[in-house]
């Protein structure tokens, strides 16, 4: 009960941000997500901070007010000493710039520069743990200014105002002690209006559910001191969920994504999840023409023991589809790259290329999971049935999960999931589950779309089928390297299904009655044929011609 009132009371926050953005003529707005994603993040490392503190033996046994009195006596010496103290994961915060501070203070003309230098202290202090990279070089710090995005500068105080009246007037303490599925839902409600492919790349999102099934089929018994990557990485969900899987202290994550508002929305991910240490690896750039993580000695791409991706499916790249079809790439993208349709180049087919990316980025055993469409599995041309070759040849199928429709809530293409190990199985088979017919069909409020939504009984018996290997009569079978070759690598479950036959004993004096009943069948069709036949033909006796 009391975990459920924790959540309401952060939804109802997220709520109230919107509902400021909708007041100040910024709701449904391009800038509506960040405002809410740095607001919010703003509370969240405020109040950890804080909770940080209380660990601490000067502070043991203070309330949240005495230890902000208590921080805001300190010299500026004593704070630095004692942020030395602090847990490395947490953000340091001056007193001057903590939510209660700015409360204090919202009386004051010109409020919102207070605000905003607030947020910018913030991430200059914490630029060395909290930014991201973006290309070789630059930074993208943890904040910006958020006054700026209300045009009208009379209303820029009150609207800073009504941010920080909402964020002092409730607190987090109680949530730092909660684990990755309160988070996870935490950020699905935060950027659920926000999860739009809006952007050039994978701005995609991945519902839970599914990234639950992934792990726990990639990772089901966790793992010890490993690298987890994603190439288009968008919000970051499959990471974190393996992540979770795999244990947060026993793995580290590395991911690249083209998209800047993804790369926000991964980083504030990661910090509620207590990943803090992986920021350093996520990169905002072209995967595809640059990819950032690269070998020690920066001649190759680094390889990763795990890999999980949800890539874009369809995206316009002929801008620099010529360069990767060049010399310089062709050792990753050996099956080839897709043509420029001359008519709908938003239609060129991006996740081969992030597929062959990533099996030339798996470790000589590392695994991988990446959602596919489900067309991948069967086309019988062209790039797909190359890479599907190359996976079958080299033995590096463990097996496909095809999944219900409309289980994307960004897609309508029918989606499966590709489990690839470099490791083999011992007898070169793999199960095929046709996952299709499961879930239940919810359609989506205020829209004509629907969604499909797996039970946990049905997440349950995908997982135990593939990592058990049962086979179960029309939704998995276990098949040979050896067969899938010989039916044109194709990856489909159905195409391997056994044919039923029913057989009914039969006396045969019931045999006799059967056929009698089947030869009186066709006598009376034959004769219904014939007579249609007749009336045909005196129809066209009694036409007459010009």
Same mark, same amino acid.
């Given at each position: 009960?009391?975990?459920?009132?924790?959540?309401?009371?952060?939804?109802?926050?997220?709520?109230?941000?919107?509902?400021?953005?909708?007041?100040?003529?910024?709701?449904?707005?391009?800038?509506e997500?960040?405002?809410?994603?740095?607001?919010?993040?703003?509370?969240?490392?405020?109040d950890?901070?804080?909770?940080?503190?209380?660990?601490?033996?000067?502070?043991?046994? %203070?309330?949240?007010?005495?230890? #902000?009195?208590?921080?805001?006596?300190?010299?500026?010496?004593?704070?630095?000493?004692?942020m030395?103290d602090?847990?490395?994961?947490?953000?340091?915060?001056?007193?001057?710039?903590?939510?209660?501070?700015?409360?204090?203070?919202?009386?004051?003309?010109?409020?919102?520069?207070i605000?905003?230098?607030?947020?910018?202290?913030?991430?200059?202090?914490?630029?060395?743990?909290?930014?991201?990279?973006?290309?070789a070089?630059?930074?993208?710090?943890?904040?910006?200014?958020?006054?700026?995005?209300?045009?009208?500068?009379?209303?820029?105080?009150?609207?800073?105002?009504?941010?920080?009246?909402?964020l002092?007037?409730?607190?987090?303490?109680?949530?730092?002690?909660?684990k990755?599925?309160?988070?996870a839902?935490?950020?699905?409600?935060?950027?659920?209006?926000?999860?739009?492919?809006?952007?050039?790349?994978?701005?995609?999102?991945?519902?839970?559910?599914?990234?639950?099934?992934?792990?726990?089929?990639?990772?089901?018994?966790?793992?010890?001191?490993?690298?987890?990557?994603?190439?288009?990485?968008?919000?970051?969900?499959?990471?974190?969920?393996? *992540?979770?899987?795999?244990?947060?202290?026993?793995c580290?994550?590395?991911?690249?994504d083209?998209?800047?508002?993804?790369?926000?929305?991964?980083? /504030?991910?990661?910090?509620?999840?207590? /990943?803090?240490?992986s920021?350093?690896?996520?990169?905002?750039?072209?995967?595809?023409v640059?990819?950032?993580?690269?070998? *020690?000695?920066?001649?190759?791409?680094?390889?990763?023991?795990?890999?999980?991706?949800?890539p874009?499916?369809?995206?316009?790249?002929?801008?620099?589809?010529?360069?990767?079809?060049?010399?310089?790439?062709?050792?990753?993208?050996?099956?080839?790259?897709?043509?420029?349709?001359?008519?709908?180049? #938003?239609?060129?087919?991006?996740?081969?290329?992030f597929?062959?990316?990533?099996?030339?980025?798996?470790?000589?055993?590392?695994?991988?999971?990446?959602?596919?469409?489900?067309?991948?599995?069967?086309?019988?041309?062209?790039?797909?049935? %190359?890479?599907?070759?190359?996976?079958?040849?080299k033995?590096?199928?463990?097996?496909?999960?095809?999944?219900?429709?409309?289980?994307?809530?960004?897609?309508?293409?029918?989606?499966?999931? /590709?489990?690839?190990?470099?490791?083999?199985?011992?007898?070169?088979?793999?199960?095929?589950v046709?996952?299709?017919?499961?879930g239940?069909?919810? %359609?989506?409020?205020?829209?004509?779309?629907?969604?499909?939504?797996?039970?946990?009984?049905?997440?349950?018996?995908?997982?135990q089928?593939m990592?058990?290997?049962?086979?179960?009569?029309?939704?998995?079978?276990?098949?040979?390297?050896?067969?899938?070759?010989?039916?044109?690598?194709?990856?489909?479950?159905?195409?391997?299904?056994?044919?039923?036959?029913?057989?009914?004993?039969?006396?045969?004096?019931?045999?006799?009655?059967?056929? *009698?009943?089947?030869?009186?069948?066709?006598?009376?069709?034959?004769?219904?044929?014939? %007579?249609?036949?007749?009336e045909?033909?005196?129809?066209?006796?009694?036409?007459?011609?010009?």
């Amino acid at each position: 009960m009391q975990l459920q009132t924790e959540k309401q009371m952060i939804y109802a926050l997220i709520d109230d941000l919107k509902a400021i953005c909708s007041n100040y003529g910024l709701g449904n707005s391009g800038n509506e997500y960040k405002i809410i994603t740095e607001a919010f993040l703003y509370k969240f490392l405020n109040d950890k901070f804080l909770a940080g503190l209380k660990e601490l033996p000067d502070f043991a046994g %203070k309330s949240t007010q005495e230890t #902000e009195r208590r921080l805001a006596e300190l010299s500026e010496d004593d704070f630095d000493f004692l942020m030395m103290d602090l847990d490395p994961r947490i953000a340091r915060i001056h007193p001057a710039d903590l939510i209660s501070s700015l409360f204090s203070r919202k009386g004051e003309q010109g409020f919102h520069t207070i605000f905003d230098n607030a947020l910018l202290h913030i991430a200059e202090a914490n630029k060395d743990v909290f930014s991201v990279a973006a290309g070789a070089q630059n930074r993208v710090r943890l904040f910006d200014t958020l006054s700026n995005l209300v045009t009208e500068v009379e209303r820029q105080d009150d609207f800073c105002r009504a941010i920080i009246n909402k964020l002092n007037a409730q607190s987090f303490d109680a949530v730092f002690q909660q684990k990755y599925d309160f988070y996870a839902d935490i950020f699905e409600y935060l950027i659920k209006d926000y999860n739009k492919d809006s952007g050039q790349y994978a701005e995609y999102y991945t519902p839970h559910s599914i990234a639950q099934i992934i792990a726990r089929i990639i990772a089901p018994n966790g793992a010890q001191n490993v690298s987890i990557y994603d190439p288009a990485a968008g919000s970051g969900t499959l990471v974190l969920t393996l *992540a979770e899987q795999i244990g947060e202290e026993n793995c580290t994550v590395y991911t690249q994504d083209i998209s800047q508002k993804s790369n926000e929305v991964l980083r /504030l991910n990661l910090i509620l999840n207590n /990943l803090v240490d992986s920021l350093p690896h996520v990169i905002q750039d072209d995967t595809l023409v640059r990819p950032r993580h690269l070998s *020690a000695d920066g001649k190759s791409i680094e390889k990763f023991a795990y890999i999980v991706s949800n890539p874009p499916f369809n995206t316009d790249f002929s801008e620099t589809r010529d360069q990767l079809a060049g010399e310089g790439y062709k050792k990753r993208f050996f099956a080839g790259v897709p043509n420029i349709p001359k008519k709908k180049k #938003e239609s060129m087919a991006i996740y081969q290329m992030f597929l062959q990316h990533i099996i030339v980025s798996m470790q000589e055993h590392g695994k991988a999971a990446i959602v596919v469409p489900t067309g991948f599995l069967t086309a019988a041309t062209g790039i797909p049935y %190359k890479i599907r070759q190359h996976i079958v040849q080299k033995k590096l199928l463990r097996g496909v999960v095809s999944m219900p429709s409309n289980i994307f809530a960004n897609t309508g293409t029918n989606v499966s999931v /590709l489990f690839l190990d470099a490791a083999g199985t011992e007898d070169d088979k793999v199960l095929l589950v046709d996952a299709s017919n499961m879930g239940e069909k919810v %359609k989506l409020e205020g829209t004509k779309n629907q969604r499909t939504y797996l039970s946990q009984a049905e997440m349950d018996k995908i997982v135990q089928t593939m990592n058990e290997r049962q086979e179960i009569d029309d939704f998995s079978v276990l098949v040979s390297l050896k067969d899938i070759e010989q039916k044109k690598c194709s990856f489909s479950a159905g195409q391997y299904f056994k044919v039923k036959i029913e057989y009914v004993d039969l006396t045969p004096e019931e045999f006799q009655q059967k056929m *009698a009943d089947y030869e009186q069948q066709l006598k009376t069709y034959f004769d219904e044929g014939h %007579k249609l036949e007749a009336e045909i033909l005196k129809g066209l006796g009694e036409l007459k011609f010009d």
